[in-house]
T-cell receptor, first 113, second 117 residues
Framework: SQQGEEDPQALSIQEGENATMNCSYK?????LQWYRQNSGRGLVHLIL?????REKHSGRLRVTLDTSKKSSSLLITASRAADTASYFC?????????????FGKGTKLSVIP | GAGVSQTPSNKVTEKGKYVELRCDPI?????LYWYRQSLGQGPEFLIY????????DSGLPNDRFFAVRPEGSVSTLKIQRTERGDSAVYLC???????????????FGPGTRLTVL
């Protein structure tokens, strides 16, 4: 079953604009990760934020986490055509033995040159 | 070093046939995962190995699906009597994860696209 829901399902922007994607989840988590997927194949890990962190940066990426609202956002600044891909949030659940990642359905981002 | 590799990259088979999908994890990663991704969906968990043992196979959809990891490295996902509904991309991931509470960053392979005609 899918834990998270990304919003929007699809996003189209001009190159140079910022892109914001949101993710909501249902259960308590240890951490939340964002992945990128090109052409429906392998996923590339972008950034991980722990449940006790509120914001994290990596290059042009900024992730926020609000555990009270069970939501996260991914901001890509100064987007490039190469950022065109699907973006997924994945949660790593709390509790002993947590190991599997539970993914949302993804946001399909199109960056128009 | 090398990332996670999966073979074949594409597999086309006929309904009712048996298929094997292979995953080579990153060297030294003790944890290995199989996920399945249907069109327009996120990956869904199938099975998790810690070393040679299947620590959790609760995501396998039915008993036609089976996976092994006999030496704690390479894993094979086996699907018997394939059905059209099994068509999907099968993703393998590995990580250094060993204990609950560890940061579990999973590294994914490129996937095998299975098409059942």
């Amino acid at each position: 079953s899918q834990q998270g829901e990304e919003d929007p399902q699809a996003l189209s922007i001009q190159e140079g604009e910022n892109a914001t994607m949101n993710c909501s989840y249902k259960t308590s988590i240890n951490n939340l990760q964002w992945y990128r997927q090109n052409s429906g194949r392998g996923l590339v890990h972008l950034i991980l934020i722990r449940s006790n962190e509120r914001e994290k940066h990596s290059g042009r990426l900024r992730v926020t986490l609000d555990t009270s609202k069970k939501s996260s956002s991914l901001l890509i600044t100064a987007s490039r055509a190469a950022d065109t891909a699907s973006y997924f949030c994945a949660t790593d659940a709390s509790g002993a033995g947590s190991y599997q990642l539970t993914f949302g359905k993804g946001t399909k981002l199109s960056v128009i040159p | 070093g090398a990332g996670v590799s999966q073979t074949p990259s594409n597999k086309v088979t006929e309904k009712g046939k048996y298929v094997e999908l292979r995953c080579d994890p990153i060297s030294g990663h003790t944890a290995l995962y199989w996920y399945r991704q249907s069109l327009g969906q996120g990956p869904e968990f199938l099975i998790y190995f810690q070393g040679t043992g299947a620590a959790d196979d609760s995501g396998l959809p039915n008993d036609r699906f089976f996976a092994v990891r006999p030496e704690g490295s390479v894993s094979t996902l086996k699907i018997q009597r394939t059905e059209r509904g099994d068509s999907a991309v099968y993703l393998c991931a590995s990580s250094l994860y060993t204990l609950a509470g560890d940061v579990n960053e999973q590294f994914f392979g490129p996937g095998t696209r299975l098409t059942v005609l």
